[in-house]
């Protein structure tokens, strides 16, 4: 291996190859799921205001569709665990498509019933398959190469994340917020039942559809990824020396601390990032006074900008420490949640968009901080990063709740704390004594 040197010492990098031989169809397969699932959590995002505008409800309560998609995502983690670690990642990635497959397909019940639990369901259902996806592909990923170029790997897999985000967005934005019936909560109570119910189903099969169709695609992975054959380790494959028993893992785990305060970054993480996307429309509205179109338009510059970072980052990866952007980008995103708060104008929505800059490189770069090393225990390690997600069901309802309390601007302080938090796992992570492993490639 070269080592490439940076502007000090704490920055070297060292170059070394990037996949195994023969990894690189599974790579650009396993590259579909991460699109996929980007797909459906950005899709879903918009739905807590849409749920809000249908049933006529507060934030708080239309929160709890983070909360049926994120508590999904931490319940599955570790069944997915221990399917990987029994079976295969090619295992788990497989329970995982055809999951979150029969979740999508859940949506046409959902909008016959015309009833928010059904939604509920249909949302942990297709969460839950994509937080099996997720446990299984993202390790699956590491393990394709070699464990100093891991992070940067998990970013590239990770840089075509947005690009179906962007395209779960366009979907909200063209599928979805144009056809919601612009009466107000007060119109929508003075109409009689029937019509009411009308309303309400043209709204509700607009919802559905995109999802339908989501199923669809997911079915397609699902046929592609069985039909090839992937390098992988049978799952109870152990290294010499380590307990295979779930309570030695759990132990050895909960005894490393560069891996007990990634968990806690990650879970501050993703509920920085749930914050900042499901209420941007929001903050549209009271701080520039956008409508329903343009909130989506909003929404969707947050997500380019956040698709064109993450390849940003994966390059800057190749010379500088991951820990070092992570820490630069984290104390941006405390900055620009002040402006936010302070600047209630174009100015602090321009703030709220520029977040995604800073969202881009946090969750694979935690990820793969945190689990440099593990061994064998890094199938159940996985789990634990992803069951922090619980952050995007948990965070959510704070903001719901601020927003209630004071107003959709002043709000943001939330996703700055979370950014202050992944700032503390930074500047730890580049203090610790990783030893030669410490610097990602």
């Known amino acids: ?36 699932w980007g797909t459906a959590a950005n899709m879903t995002d918009p739905l807590v205001s849409v749920f809000r505008t249908i049933f006529s409800m507060s934030n708080f309560q239309s929160a709890l569709v983070q909360s049926a998609y994120y508590g999904a995502y931490f319940l599955l983690a570790l069944p997915a665990a221990f399917v990987n670690r029994r079976f295969s990642y090619k295992t788990g990635v497989l329970l995982g498509l055809g999951l979150a497959a029969a979740g999508a397909f859940l949506f046409f019940p959902a909008a016959q019933s015309m009833t928010y639990g059904m939604f509920l369901v249909a949302l942990f259902t297709l969460a839950a398959g994509l937080s099996v996806l997720e446990t299984s592909a993202n390790p699956f990923v590491m393990a394709m190469g070699p464990e100093a170029s891991a992070t940067r790997r998990l970013n590239l897999a990770q840089a075509f994340n947005p690009v179906g985000t962007n395209l779960g967005v366009l979907l909200a934005a063209v599928l979805i917020l144009p056809n919601l019936n612009t009466a107000t909560a007060e119109e929508r109570a003075a109409l009689d039942p029937e019509a009411l119910r009308a309303v309400q189903s043209a709204e509700l099969d607009a919802v559905m559809t995109p999802y339908l169709g989501f199923g669809v695609v997911l079915v397609l992975i699902w046929i592609g990824i069985a039909a090839v054959r992937m390098p992988d380790h049978v799952g109870t494959d152990v290294e010499e020396g380590h307990e295979a028993h779930f309570a030695a893992t759990l132990k050895r785990l909960l005894a490393n601390r560069h891996y007990r305060f990634g968990v806690v970054a990650q879970f501050f993480n993703v509920g920085a990032q749930t914050c900042a996307w499901t209420f941007t429309l929001q903050y549209a509205a009271e701080a520039v006074g956008a409508s329903s179109t343009e909130q989506g338009i909003w929404l969707q510059a947050s997500l380019i900008v956040f698709l064109v ?47 995604s800059l800073c969202l881009s490189l946090l969750f694979p770069t935690i990820y793969g901080i945190a689990l440099r090393g593990l061994g064998e225990d890094t199938k159940f390690g996985a789990a ?17 709740a601020t927003i209630d ?26 203090r610790a004594d990783r030893g030669p492993a410490a610097a990602p490639a």
Do not use: Q
């Not at 920055?11 to 790579?27: D, H, I, Y």
């Not at 992803?386 to 704070?398: C, D, E, F, H, N």
């Not at 709000?411 to 730890?428: D, E, N, T």
């Open 1 to 36: 291996m070269t080592t490439r040197p940076t502007t000090g010492g704490d920055l070297t990098v060292e170059r070394s190859p990037f996949l195994n031989p023969g990894a690189k169809l599974p790579f650009v397969l396993l590259v579909t799921c991460f699109a996929a």
């Open 309 to 355: 970072s993450r390849f940003l980052m994966v390059w800057l990866m190749g010379y500088v420490r991951a820990a070092f952007l992570m820490l630069l980008m984290t104390v941006l995103g405390v900055v620009l949640c002040a402006v936010a708060v302070l600047a209630p104008n174009l100015v602090g929505m321009l703030a709220v968009v520029g977040l």
């Open 384 to 400: 634990g990063l992803v069951m922090a997600i619980l952050g995007g069901a948990l965070l959510p309802l704070v903001h719901g």
């Open 405 to 430: 309390a004071t107003s959709a601007t002043t709000a943001y302080l939330v996703p700055g704390a979370c950014f202050a938090v992944v700032a503390a796992y930074a500047l730890f992570s580049l």
